[in-house]
């Protein structure tokens, strides 16, 4: 059955490069919002689904409720290109994705129907009567996907907002960073669904914050310093670690090495520490040398979950003029 697919289960999805701001040519550009979810091609055939992430693995496992979902709905044929996203106290958790990808089908099954996923539409690479529409145009595409999405209507499957406004674009853009979307991507809308090129735009929202550094973590090869383990002071006064900065430039390491070892000292965070109760810690992840709060630095973040920083943080500058007790969660709510 899998053979029968409109097209191969192996057709990469069409990816965007970064940028700093938004392409701005009338007429030329649509822009979405870049949603917090898994990336998914979706593929039917009569009776069969299949769910394909980024990497080319299949997802259907995890995400049962969508392939039932998909399976049911009347269209018996068509490949299509979104986002997978679960919904929890009005914004998006990544946190609940990760979850699902669990090895016993059994707590799968229990998380499907304790936070259903939804599926965030935004690309139709062959419509219903099994043709291919890679090589379309955007503007043709979409036609494609709203009419799929008229006859699908189903309250879990949802069409991505568009606008060709780069003044709403600019506003998404604004918002973004914090629950549900990730910034703005921006598509040609005369441009064909190129596979496995970065033939779109994508550009986050790029913030800074001045955190606490509450302890550090040594290379795994050496010695020497590898990243910063950074906190931010809760409203009951206990510092929580809120993320890492990504790798330390070789020629800072040595010397600031030194100068992290001589501040160290127990606990380190006093609030929620690295290395917790989590069934994503690693042994590495309670390996972490913590330090009296003292030293403070200024990072550039694109993205919040549950209070953390998503992605590792960029170190901007140390701040010695600011005091560790400044540095509290007002600053990325």
């Not at 009338?26 to 039917?44: H, M, N, S, T, V």
């Not at 960073?177 to 990730?182: A, I, L, P, Q, Y």
């Amino acid at each position: 059955m899998k053979g029968k697919f409109a097209l191969p289960l192996d057709t990469r999805l069409m990816e965007a490069k970064a940028a700093d701001d938004l392409p701005r040519e009338q007429g030329i550009w649509q822009y979405e919002p870049k949603w917090d979810g898994f990336r998914c091609l979706a593929f039917k055939e009569g009776d069969a689904v299949d769910l394909r992430a980024k990497s080319g693995k299949p997802l259907g496992r995890y995400f049962p409720e969508l392939v039932s979902i998909l399976g049911a709905l009347k269209p018996e044929r068509f490949v299509v290109d979104g986002e997978i996203v679960i919904e929890t106290d009005g914004e998006l958790s990544f946190e609940a994705l990760q979850m699902r990808l669990h090895p016993a089908e059994s707590r799968i099954r229990k998380l499907s129907l304790a936070t259903p996923a939804k599926f965030v539409l935004f690309d139709m690479l062959a419509n219903s009567a099994g043709e291919g529409l890679v090589d379309k145009p955007l503007i043709e595409r979409r036609v494609a996907l709203e009419a799929f999405m008229k006859s699908a209507d189903h309250p879990q499957l949802t069409l991505s907002r568009r606008t060709t406004d780069v003044a709403v674009a600019l506003a998404w853009l604004k918002k973004s960073g914090h629950g549900s979307t990730d910034g703005v991507v921006a598509k040609l809308l005369h441009g064909a669904y190129r596979p496995g090129e970065r033939a779109m735009v994508k550009v986050k929202r790029l913030r800074t914050a001045d955190c606490v550094v509450g302890g550090f973590r040594y290379l795994a090869s050496s010695r020497e310093v590898g990243s910063l383990l950074l906190g931010l002071y809760n409203d009951q006064g206990q510092l929580d670690h809120v993320g890492f900065t990504s790798t330390i430039a070789r020629a800072d390491r040595a010397e600031l090495t030194k100068r992290l070892e001589a501040l160290r000292s127990p606990p380190g965070f006093t609030g929620k520490a690295p290395g917790g109760p989590s069934r994503w810690s690693t042994e590495r992840s309670g390996q972490w040398e913590p330090l009296r709060p003292e030293l403070v630095v200024e990072v550039c973040f694109d993205h919040v979950t549950g209070d953390r920083f998503r992605h590792g943080t960029k170190l901007l500058r140390w701040r010695p003029d600011k005091a560790a007790s400044q540095c509290r969660f007002d600053q990325i709510i």
